[in-house]
């Protein structure tokens, strides 16, 4: 009979799983993260606050039932007295009715002693409130430092596409000068001949060509909209999500606003006349 062979744990290899190291978290990000933090337990405890002043507000007004109630007995008693002394006071007089008196009095005591507690808690409840609720409007400045900081980090990768793009039309721009460059010789070796005139009409219309070329492109209003509201939402996103990552794609790829179209608007139009005269 074979057995089995013993193999020694020594030998055995055990696999290692490397876990990926995450990405570092900046200083302003990891300060914004406590800032939301420190926000988020501020705001739950005005919110417990404000239920419990709430609860408290409705303990402020169960004296009016008995009150209502004891207005109505003394209404009551009276009529039924003058009643009685319109009678001609014969008989016995009605007897007030001297226990549910005594029983809405009660009552009333100790309504009015916890509506007075109630409002002395809540005003004391109020208070935490307020309190509570500067420390979060404190906290409105460094949010929003820290927010323009992780903007300003934000753009350290546009820059870069910026400079490399920047680099290659640079490049482009030179070439098309000595290109330039070359036309304007040629023009000088053959100035003031008849073939002169046709070079120089080539170096007129390159060099206008130029000109609008190199010059600042017109501000796209719709584009610069749409890349401010792209901006916009980015900086409220992180007011409550600290690891949001900039959607560079909202931010340089937007769409100019599309025209109207007229001859469409006008044919609705049109239609919608037609209906009414019918």
């Not at 799983?17 to 914004?32: D, F, G, H, N, T």
């Not at 490049?171 to 120089?200: C, I, Y």
């Amino acid at each position: 009979m074979k057995f089995p062979r013993i193999v020694s744990k020594s030998k055995i290899k055990t696999p290692v799983i490397e876990a990926k190291a995450k990405p570092p978290v900046s200083e302003a990000r990891r300060q914004l993260a406590e800032l939301i933090e420190a926000r988020a337990a501020l705001v739950a405890k005005a919110e417990g606050l404000h239920a419990a002043a709430m609860a408290l507000e409705s303990k402020r007004g169960e004296a009016a039932p008995f009150e209502g109630e004891l207005q109505k007995l003394d209404a009551t008693e009276r009529e039924s007295i003058a009643r009685w002394a319109k009678a001609g006071g014969e008989g016995r007089a009605p007897r007030p009715d001297a226990a549910r008196r005594a029983r809405l009095d009660r009552a009333l005591a100790e309504a009015r002693a916890s509506a007075n507690a109630s409002t002395t808690a809540q005003t004391a409840i109020l208070a935490d409130h307020a309190a509570v609720s500067q420390e979060i409007h404190r906290l409105a400045a460094p949010v929003d430092i820290a927010i323009a900081a992780i903007i300003a980090e934000s753009c350290d990768s546009l820059i870069s596409e910026f400079d490399a793009d920047n680099r290659k039309l640079a490049a482009k721009m030179m070439k098309l000068n000595q290109a330039l460059e070359m036309v304007l010789a040629t023009l000088d070796n053959v100035r003031g001949t008849e073939p002169g005139r046709a070079v120089s009409f080539d170096l007129e219309r390159l060099h206008g060509k130029l000109k609008t070329t190199f010059a600042m492109p017109p501000t796209d209003l719709d584009a610069a909209s749409q890349s401010r509201l792209a901006w916009r939402a980015f900086s409220d996103g992180l007011r409550v999500d600290s690891n949001l990552k900039l959607d560079a794609a909202a931010v340089e790829n937007v769409e100019p606003a599309r025209e109207p179209d007229m001859a469409s608007i006008i044919t609705k139009r049109n239609a919608s006349i037609a209906k009414l005269a019918a």
